[in-house]
């Protein structure tokens, strides 16, 4: 795909109609998942190791694409806000965002000065044919951080010129971590041959109960090569909570110390020992610590984790 259809793909996709829409059927879904299921649980957090480094962080953290993407609207600003406070309120700590996300950098930024500079770990992208270290340091402005912890390239962009600067960067003791990007399946071999050249410290690809492509050679190949797994699009941008709400939850959901069916994705989703992080994005508070919970309690063994793929696949 060329960067001019991937602009125009991206744009319509943030298109504000689309997102008012978007966030409107977010809105609608509690009714379904009420918020007295989802308060702070007692169990201990699950957190994940970063094989480049062992540092640790939380097993799910936050996404901001289409849901933060917001403008100027002071409101709706303040309740993005509202909804970072309770991510980490539970636990969370990865935050992700992209140039290509609207503004939803700059709500980031303005969330981060209002809950006065919070320890978080910061993940963005590098999205530009050229220009590269421009763009990073406008997220940086964006974001009002010192440094990022993880720069990423977007969507594989230019990663040939994109990666010797992240790497530079990290030698100078500017970032912490370097890592590439694909979502919706797209360009997994290419994925694949740079994950054998270049030390990576993390990759992000889409992963869930539906879109399992990445098992057969890409999950693997992390765990060989020693490289962190962020999950993006864990919910299908809504479309799988949408596809299974309207189902009761099984018996065996218990088992698990599930209570919702997103909490049923998001651990199928830990369950594979190659993943670090998922990043489901919300606008909501009650599932921003629903998604955060979701990393407490007993993960999916083998059998249960086929035994969800059937289930899904049925409805």
């Known amino acids: 795909m060329t960067r001019r259809r991937e602009i125009t793909e991206y744009n319509t996709i943030v298109d504000r109609r689309r997102v008012l829409g978007y966030l409107a059927t977010l809105a609608a879904s509690a009714v379904v998942r009420p918020l007295e299921l989802f308060g702070t649980d007692t169990q201990p957090l699950l957190t994940r190791s ?14 901001s694409w289409i849901t933060f993407n917001v403008g100027d609207d002071r409101v709706a600003r303040d309740e993005c806000t509202a909804v970072i406070r309770a991510f980490l309120e539970s636990g969370g700590a990865l ?18 000065q209002k809950l006065s500079r919070p320890r978080i770990f910061a993940a963005t992208k590098v999205w530009t044919s050229s220009a590269g270290p421009a763009q990073i340091e406008e997220s940086r402005r964006l974001w009002g951080v010192d ?7 977007h969507n594989l962009l230019s990663w040939e010129e994109h990666l010797p600067t992240l790497f530079a960067m990290k030698k100078a003791g500017r970032l912490r971590y370097v890592g590439v990007t694909t979502s919706h399946g797209r360009r997994h071999a290419d994925l694949e041959t740079i994950m054998r050249r270049e030390p990576l410290d993390f990759i992000q690809v889409t992963y869930n109960p539906i879109d399992r492509d990445v098992e057969q050679r890409i999950l693997p190949l992390a765990r060989e090569r ?21 189902h009761p939850l099984p018996a065996w959901a218990r088992e698990i110390g599930a209570r919702s069916w997103a909490q049923i994705i998001l651990k199928f989703i830990l369950s594979h020992p190659a993943v670090t992080c998922a990043i489901p994005a919300t606008s909501l508070i009650a599932h921003a610590r629903e998604n955060v919970n979701a990393a407490r309690g007993p993960l999916p063994d083998e059998a249960l984790r086929k035994r969800i793929v059937q289930q899904i696949q049925q409805f």
């Open 50 to 63: 970063i094989p480049s480094s062992g540092e640790r962080i939380p097993a799910v953290g936050l996404g």
């Open 95 to 112: 935050i992700d965002s992209s140039p290509m996300y609207g503004s939803s950098q700059e709500v980031i930024g303005y969330a981060l």
């Open 147 to 153: 440094r990022f912890d993880l720069l990423q390239v």
């Open 226 to 246: 020693g490289i962190a797994v962020i999950i993006n699009r864990p919910f299908q941008q809504g479309a799988l909570i949408r596809r299974v709400e309207r």
